[in-house]
């Protein structure tokens, strides 16, 4: 298969994280005989430096114009301690998100059983926990009118959802739920906000197209807490952008750490592969953030945007099997495993590829 993958590594550990996802996306090409064409492009604070722009019109072009993207991350402390910045990296994420048209975003929070003792939640509660993030990623307070009145002394920022914004997010979220346990979860603030009242109504009507399907909604506080006490009793989940945002890094504590939860974005267009993580400035240039979200990002994409299941899967079980030898990045290290190896981003990165060898 002939395919053209352009790679936004973008700032701080993505760059890091990023060079591993591509490079088990080159294994996976020459172990199974397809053509993979790489291109870069430029995003985030390494475009403004460059261009003055956080998404460039060069870089939107080749977005346009290839088959898939696997991005890594955008930030910089210079702009998260100066809130009067104009220009932004997060500018360059969220205008691609809405230019490409991606507002499904896919957020798998599977645990390996591997890395039970990883999280700071107890195994019993954790073990087999398997869910399914729909976040909505091109609506809510995100893309809202937002300003300051009153002399620079009041912000707002509205949070906005429309009838077909939801309609089309429940669907997908519905089609998963199909294929999985039949059971959904739609998460809203109904009890105070009305754009969320909107969104149940939306979900109540979306659900009857789906009998076999059984829908609960829930309150996003009762579910942050619930997330943590029972994270089996969740599958597939559908919610805002913002909600969203937020539950998922809290279900990263599910999968023992940020550095695992891939994701997929996914619309109109192109589809884009990231990890749920951010730059990470605490750790950039240190060489141990863990690529491993980064490589599950570009199954997704091998499974998504190429239907290739077979190479997917070989990704996966490569990963799997990297854990099940102890080799782990420090963030998922634990005194309990026997033989465990700690490694940086790069070695981790090649045994996965090795891996994938001994695999295929
Ligand atoms: P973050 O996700 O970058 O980091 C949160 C914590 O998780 C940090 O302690 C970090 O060291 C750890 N972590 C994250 N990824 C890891 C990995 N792969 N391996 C090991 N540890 C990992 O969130 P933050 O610190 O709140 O934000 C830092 C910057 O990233 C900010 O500028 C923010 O705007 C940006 N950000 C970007 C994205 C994105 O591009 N998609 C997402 C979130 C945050
Ligand atoms: C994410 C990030 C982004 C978001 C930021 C960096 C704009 O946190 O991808 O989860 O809030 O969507
Ligand atoms: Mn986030």
Not at 158 to 181: D, G, L
Not at 243 to 266: H, K, P, R
Not at 289 to 308: E, K, Q, T, V, Y
Not at 331 to 343: N, Q, R, S, Y
Request: charged residues 30%.
């Amino acid at each position: 298969m002939k395919k053209k993958i352009t790679i936004l590594p973008g700032d701080g550990i993505g760059k890091e994280v990023t060079e591993s996802g591509k490079k088990v996306l080159e294994q996976i090409a020459d172990c199974f005989g397809h053509d993979f064409i790489f291109d870069e492009a430029l995003i985030g604070h390494e475009a403004i430096e460059a261009t003055g722009n956080p998404l460039p019109d060069e870089t939107l072009t080749k977005l346009k114009n290839c088959d898939a993207i696997l991005f890594g991350a955008v930030g910089h402390p210079k702009y998260d301690n100066d809130p009067s910045a104009k220009i932004r990296p997060e500018q360059g994420l969220l205008k691609m998100r809405k230019e490409l048209g991606l507002y499904a975003n896919l957020r798998p929070i599977k645990l390996f059983d591997e890395l039970l003792e990883a999280s700071s939640i107890k195994p019993e509660i954790l073990k087999g926990a398997d869910i399914l993030f729909f976040r909505e990623l091109t609506g809510d307070v995100y893309f809202g009118e937002r300003g300051r009145k009153d002399n620079n002394d009041t912000a707002y920022d509205t949070m906005i959802y429309s009838r077909y914004e939801v309609e089309r997010i429940a669907h997908k979220a519905f089609k998963a739920a199909q294929t999985r346990s039949k059971k959904l979860t739609s998460v809203d603030k109904a009890n105070v906000l009305e754009s969320s009242r909107l969104w149940r109504e939306v979900v109540q009507e979306v659900a009857k197209q789906y009998p076999d399907v059984k829908v609960e909604h829930m309150f996003v506080d009762a579910a942050a807490m619930k997330l943590i006490q029972n994270p089996k009793s969740f599958d597939v989940v559908v919610t805002g952008n913002l909600f969203g945002d937020i539950l998922t890094d809290e279900a990263s504590q599910i999968a023992g750490s940020m550095g695992m939860l891939a994701s997929a974005s996914v619309g109109d267009t192109v589809g884009l592969y990231e990890p749920i993580h951010g730059s990470a400035h605490d750790i950039t240039g240190k060489g141990i953030a863990n690529p491993l979200a980064s490589i599950l990002s570009a199954a997704l994409l091998l499974d998504i945007s190429f239907g290739l299941k077979e190479e997917a899967d070989t990704v996966i079980k490569a990963v799997e099997q990297t854990l099940k030898e102890g080799y782990r990045t420090r963030d998922i290290a634990d005194a309990k495993t026997p033989h465990e190896k700690v490694l940086g981003t790069e070695v981790m990165g090649n045994v996965v590829c090795n891996q994938i060898r001994m695999l295929v």
